[in-house]
């Protein structure tokens, strides 16, 4: 008789709904991690919302209230704890420290629990200790404020999103979609992640980070940008691509071209470029049966052992380890 193959139960996402919490924030973890399927459509993870108080109703900033059929039991459960902004954090933003309701709750969860925040979100994680000795972002416009109450954390506030193993922590609102994505990403490979950005329009990762959206003086009318010199590279990841080749799309100089760039994407074109590359490559590891070395010609690496060198950076695997994992996913088998 064939052997009928048990699935693993999906992913336990929980996530927790204080007083004051922002709905779109909310509403993110059930979009992103509640979309993502696997190739036979079955759920990969289950989200549930719950609440530091027993079941019933929670205050939003909106002029609406959620009810949270699950109290603070539903962390003792939790693979991941989702914990979205408020605006009635209360001890938690103003002095740092944890009310006894909401330390209670934490208390439910269990050892190796995967923690992630959205904007001010990362308070609590704070306040609770888990940010201590670690990097972590939030909401620009809180970082000052977070940096001086939390001296123990490691703030950043130029990033969208920062990815610490067990503990990850978002800047503000829309960045949640960002890191929500990235971890079905880390988690299930970019074909998942991909589908659930296409069903949800938004892209499957966003270059730069938080500098962009920063309020600064507005720059002088028709000033070129670098989107050409960007799309013309997606179209040439395999061959060599000099910075003066991209400068010349925009005919700007070098440095013109590597000023403008920073402040449109945040980053550098190199520090773009070998992103773009790294997608490239996982994308061909998982969906072609393209060699590796192949691979590494089609991404623009040149070499097996360049674009292992860059994949163990970006990623921590080798492109063998990551290939044998995704493709296993692809394929059901996990």
Known sequence: MEQVRKRAAPHRV????????????????????GRARNAAGEALYSVVTCSVRPPGPVRTDADFAILAEHGPEALAAADTLVVPASYELGPVYEEGRLTGELAAALANLRPGTRLVSICTGGYVLAAAGYLDGRPATTHWASAEHFQRLFPAVDVDADVLFIDDGDVLTSAGVAAGLDLCLHLVCRDHGTAVANDVARRTVVPPHRDGGQAQYIRRPVPEPQVATTTTARAWALGRLHEPIQLRDMAEQETMSVRTFTRRFREEAGISPGQWLTRQRVE????????????????????????????????????????TAYRRTFRAMADGSR
């Not at 929980?14 to 991690?33: H, M, S, T, Y």
């Not at 049966?289 to 674009?307: K, P, W």
């Open 14 to 33: 929980v996530v927790l709904a204080l007083d004051g919490v922002i709905p779109f924030e909310l509403g993110i973890p059930q979009r992103i991690f």
């Open 280 to 319: 490239r490559a996982r994308h061909l590891l998982e969906s072609s049966d393209l060699s590796v070395d192949q691979v590494a010609r089609d991404a623009g690496f040149g070499t097996a052992q360049s674009m292992r060198q860059h994949l163990q950076a970006a990623l921590g695997v080798t492109p």
